[in-house]
């Protein structure tokens, strides 16, 4: 299922579900796509 977060100056940017979700959850709020990649990549590879 396809949702959307936004990125840190208020940029809309569709996500799948579970990366919303580790958007969210994460202590940063990603400022670039590359980021957002980076932060939910990241909570991949810790669960």
Known sequence: ??????????????????????HHRSEMIARTVDELRAIAGDRRKSA
């Open 1 to 22: 299922m396809l949702s959307f977060t936004r990125l840190l100056q208020g940029e809309r940017v569709t996500v799948c579900g579970s990366h919303k979700t580790a």
